[in-house]
């Protein structure tokens, strides 16, 4: 296994990371328990929650795997504070401080760890000073409850604000960022891609199969298949990230991968993992099967002839298939 320095520490993480959200909802908990173990014995030592996740399911779930096979010191743990917890309660959300500590407080609890190795904001909030969230989260450093911080789906100017102030009153620093980004969606080159890498970010992007669209299941004028994320989505919102674009670049991206002798998910995959900058992909498999699926990316190389081709189809900086929501919306969470 390869192992990658996430961002500027001196931390060591595997170039794929496992995505536990769907564990305890669409994923049993015996079946999410064999699913951590297969990954670690592939060598992946990077696990990736967060408290809204089934409104804290998803921890309580992956803290119990790992509380079974007493494998938690040799691992990177990694939750995420924002989303909104209850829906009686407005301070229930966000990133003031004390939605932060309170909500660290339980992740703790629920992941049966009396740490975190990174604690990530899952999303910036415009009317909440990013100083507060700051020191907040420094706190949690200083205490020992959290030992890296990092950020989700932030703007290149919101990072390098963070990055400023952080040196201004001497706070502990984001150290990584988890942006959206695969081969439909390249728009992160642009600006966020290069601040990130200017300021010594690991890159952890989510969403490498554009929510499953190169999984290589959806195909022109061929039926939907069932049980599947973009079958069970609303009609409306399903045109948007399926339309002619979407499937043009989807029936071009297949004969690069068979030539290859890959599939489109392992091609894409490897694709996202060995682009410049990036440090680790986060998978997330609903059951066994797919894990296995997505743990072959792990063998393919990509070469510079393989990127050129990609970029023939679907040019850097460019879109076509805009699959992330920028809020907490009906659909973000309920797949």
Request: glycine fraction near 8%; aromatic fraction near 8%; charge should be neutral.
């Amino acid at each position: 296994m390869e192992y990658r320095s996430l961002g500027r520490t001196g931390l060591k993480v595997s170039p794929l990371c496992l995505g536990c959200m769907y564990f305890g909802t669409r994923t049993a908990p015996e079946e999410a328990y064999a699913i951590v173990d297969r990954t670690l014995a592939a060598g992946i030592n990077f696990f990736d929650t967060a408290n809204v996740y089934g409104r804290g399911r998803s921890e309580e779930v992956t803290g119990e795997a790992f509380r079974r096979n007493g494998k938690r010191q040799q691992i990177v743990l990694a939750t995420k504070v924002h989303g909104r917890m209850a829906d009686d309660d407005p301070n229930m959300q966000g990133n003031s401080r004390r939605h932060i500590i309170e909500q660290c407080e339980a992740s703790l609890r629920r992941l049966q760890t009396d740490y975190i190795d990174l604690y990530q904001i899952h999303r910036p909030q415009s009317d909440t000073p990013i100083d507060e969230t700051l020191r907040a989260l420094d706190d949690l450093i200083r205490s020992g409850k959290v030992r890296y911080i990092g950020t989700s789906t932030y703007a290149a100017w919101q990072a390098v604000e963070s990055q400023w102030v952080s040196h201004e009153l001497g706070l502990n620093r984001f150290v990584c960022e988890q942006p959206p980004y695969n081969i439909l969606d390249r728009r992160i080159e642009r600006e966020l891609i290069p601040a990130l890498r200017t300021y010594g970010y690991g890159i952890i992007p989510w969403s490498p199969l554009a929510g499953g669209l190169l999984t290589g299941k959806y195909r022109r004028d061929q039926p939907l298949p069932l049980n599947t994320r973009y079958g069970d989505i609303p009609a409306e919102r399903r045109e948007s990230s399926m339309g002619k674009q979407t499937m043009d670049a989807i029936e071009a991206l297949i004969p690069l991968a068979q030539a290859r002798n890959l599939s489109l998910l392992e091609f894409s995959l490897a694709w996202c993992m060995h682009q410049p900058g990036i440090t680790s992909p986060i998978i997330g498999p609903r059951d066994m099967g797919q894990l296995e699926q997505n743990l072959k990316a792990l063998d393919v190389k990509i070469s510079d002839e393989d990127r050129k081709a990609v970029d023939a189809v679907v040019p850097p900086g460019r879109v076509v298939a805009p699959h992330y929501e920028a809020d907490f919306g009906p659909h973000t969470y309920r797949w």
